[in-house]
């Protein structure tokens, strides 16, 4: 039997759960914990610059290696920081488990130094939370808080842990619980047969069928399941931009990802369908537009792990509660041997969708003149040539990151790392840092502005500590963009604090912490700087393209409207 | 339409505040709630009425599903149940009001628990409309001060809510 203070067993707990990597950031209450990291050398801690990044950085690595990351934050203002964090990982089902130093139980409640009652401000964000309330139950909580972390729809866990809980003295009996007991927590692990039969009954006869699934797949590891039956069936498939990757792009299959700045054809073969395959996507609004006015004739498949997710925003025809992968599974078996019902409509189907396609093809964009200012499209697609389209691009928000997303090719789960649901600037840096931890010999970039990076930039210092060679490449409109758009559209130009005017100058900041930065003006210096900086592996590079200002990012959804209103460009609409 | 749903929820600090909390947090509305100890020291029973369409009921039983404090849940208003709910009014009793409260209390089967020169504490047990009845009758003689412990509920027949 081996006795240990509840310090030392949260070492050896994060030991025994196979964690490599804590993200984190030390203070009075959480002193007992950082003395026990301090004494092992197997879980490695890693300091950050601000408790924020502490969390992007371990969600980051939770979404490309799908287990969950871990998250050391002290008490009061240590664990506030790491809010937005937490409900950036809550909104996009990212498994992460968060150890918040705490006040010692005798002074909780009497508003004492640094005391925060972060389990209440944390309620409406988390998958659950604990409080150790005796140093014995750490062991029993942390297996409880990552297997709820990383089971059924994944999300983050509080465990809140008062500072007399860790007290060195008090030792206690440590063994590693291998199995949880939590009898009201049962994942579903199949969907229902006689619902998964009709679903394929109606996809075998659909004449205008489309996939549209969203992060549940790549969360649920269902990836390879959904290009077989989407191979199998023939059928379109369009993602969500949390599910981008989860189908290889490059493939014809494929009509990009859906929604407010989706694709042409995602959003006009959305409207036009009979049958919407939905798998691991939830009708967010930023996807439906006006749910009274979405796909008229369509009727509507949903499978989600998540049965609150079911009929929350559309109705669906055929529920099903069950993880992506058996689903599809199943579905793979039923469909097998069986022949599509009408494939002649099949094929006006897809005549009608590469229509589409050929609407807009050469028109996305308008590439830039000599002489004048860079486009931010050119810069995504010159990008995913130098890096062959195998990186991990992580994005902050507004601009750059739709454009990340439109024109950069991904063909592989878990490669586009970003911000969907909460939409948090400043995500992507702290964010791509804790994945290049995590995959040391695989490019790692992080598409930026001007406006987010500056939200998380003191993490150079992080990079410089750990020497975490990260790309940043800075689409440096001077602007707010996105910001900046909306008030184009709809006030008129007014242009209301969306302009950076005292931006510092990113190359001497970059210089600052001994990184090399490179700033591109024009075309012709952007493949070259693009390949300097993926020379090495191993060194963060900062590109500081400046990108014309004036750029908008469209298609654009028309508000309330459906999912074909869009506009095109600043004078096309549908 | 108005439902009443009670829940199984584990015995532990916060539990409550989950499920209150998320009532506010995803805008759904309770009229009345209801908590106390169970026969299992680990378990309370809780038993809340909301107003809604079916999406937002399927809803509101979902989310409530999805916390992990919850073990068991029932809408009580999909089957036959019994529902009541206990009352304790002070009302003006003066003059001749005092006669006519004693009788009203009577018709409504109602009990007198504690007597002042002024005014009368009554105890009145039974379904929230019969409940709103007793308090417009008294309406006219003067009410002082209401306490109502919310709706509780249970099934009718064998059917059992339990692990
Ligand atoms: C933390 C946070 N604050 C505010 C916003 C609102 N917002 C969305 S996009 C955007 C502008 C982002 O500017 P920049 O990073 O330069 O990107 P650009 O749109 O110019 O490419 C803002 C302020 C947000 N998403 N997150
Ligand atoms: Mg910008």
Known sequence: ?574 | MRHIISILLENEPGALSRVVGLFSQRNFNIETLNVAPTEDPSLSRLTVTTVGDDRVIEQITKHLNKLIDVVKLVDLTEGNHIERELMLVKVKALGAARDEVKRTVDIFRAQIVDVTPSLYTVQITGDAGKLDAFLQAMAPVGILEVARTGVSGIARGDKVLSL
Not at chain 1, 12 to 39: T, V
Not at chain 1, 274 to 286: E, K, Q, S, Y
Not at chain 1, 522 to 540: I, Q, S, Y
């Open chain 1, 1 to 574: 039997m081996e006795l240990l203070s509840g310090a030392d067993m949260i070492a050896r707990f994060l030991q025994d759960e196979g964690i490599e990597y804590i993200y984190g950031y030390p203070g009075g209450a959480a002193l007992h914990i950082y003395d026990a990291l301090f004494r092992q050398d197997k879980v490695k801690h890693i300091l950050v610059r601000h408790e924020q990044a502490a969390t992007h950085a371990a969600d980051g690595y939770a979404r490309a290696s799908g287990k969950a990351g871990c998250v050391l934050v002290t008490s009061g203002p240590g664990a506030t920081n790491a809010v937005t964090g937490i409900a950036t990982a809550y909104m996009d089902s990212i498994p992460m488990v968060v150890l918040c130093g705490q006040v010692a139980s005798h002074l909780i409640g009497e508003d004492a130094f640094q005391e925060t009652d972060i389990v209440g401000v944390t309620r409406p964000i988390v998958k659950h939370s604990f409080s150790i309330r005796h140093p014995s139950e750490i062991p029993e909580v942390l297996k409880k808080a990552f297997y709820l972390a990383s089971t059924g729809r994944p999300g983050p866990v509080v465990v809140d842990i008062p500072k007399d809980m860790t007290a060195p003295t008090e030792r206690y009996e440590y063994v590693y619980p291998k199995k949880v007991k939590l009898r009201s927590y049962n994942p579903v692990t199949r969907g229902h047969t006689g619902q998964i039969k009709k679903a394929v009954e109606m996809m075998l006869k659909a004449k205008r069928p489309v996939f549209y699934t969203g992060g549940g797949v790549v969360t649920g590891k269902a990836s390879e399941g959904l290009t077989d039956l989407v191979k199998q069936l023939g059928y379109p498939i369009t993602t969500t931009l949390m599910g981008i990757g989860a189908y290889p792009q490059s493939d014809r299959q494929c009509l990009g990802w859906l929604g407010m700045h989706g694709s042409y054809e995602s959003n006009m073969a959305m409207h036009h369908a009979d049958l919407i395959i939905a798998i691991g996507a939830r009708f967010d609004d930023r996807v439906t537009n006006n749910t009274s006015k979405f796909c008229p004739t369509a009727k509507i498949i949903h499978v989600d792990v998540d049965p609150s997710s079911i009929s929350k925003t559309v109705r669906a025809d055929v529920p099903i509660v069950g993880p992506a992968s058996s689903v599809i599974n199943e579905m793979i078996s039923l469909v097998q041997g069986h022949n599509v019902a009408h494939p002649e409509a099949l094929t006006e189907w897809w005549e009608k969708i590469d229509g589409w396609r050929a609407d807009r093809e050469g028109k996305l964009y308008e590439p830039s003149k000599p002489g004048e200012a860079l486009k931010p499209q050119e810069v995504i697609e010159a990008l995913c040539r130098v890096t062959r389209g195998e990186a991990y691009v992580t994005t902050d928000v507004g601009q750059h990151q739709m454009f990340a997303a439109q024109y950069y090719k991904f063909d592989k789960p878990n490669r586009l790392i970003t911000s969907g649901g909460l939409g948090t600037m400043g995500f992507g840096f702290p964010a791509a840092m804790g994945i290049k931890q995590n995959y040391p010999d695989d490019d790692v970039v992080c598409v930026t502005g001007e406006g987010s990076f500056q939200m998380m930039m003191q993490e150079l210092s992080t990079c410089k500590q750990y020497g975490v060679g990260v790309k940043i490449v800075n689409l440096n409109n001077a602007s707010l963009g996105m910001v900046r758009q909306w008030q184009d559209l709809n006030y008129k130009s007014r242009h209301a604090h969306s302009y950076m005017e005292s931006l510092p100058d990113f190359h001497m900041l970059i210089e600052a912490y001994g990184f090399t930065a490179i700033t591109v003006n024009t075309l012709d210096e952007l493949e070259p700087a693009l390949e300097r900086a993926f020379a090495d592996k191993h060194e963060l590079v900062f590109l500081d393209v400046k990108v014309d200002p004036f750029e908008h990012v469209y298609p654009m959804q028309v508000p309330l409207g459906a999912m074909r209103d869009m506009l095109l460009s600043k004078t096309e609409r549908t």
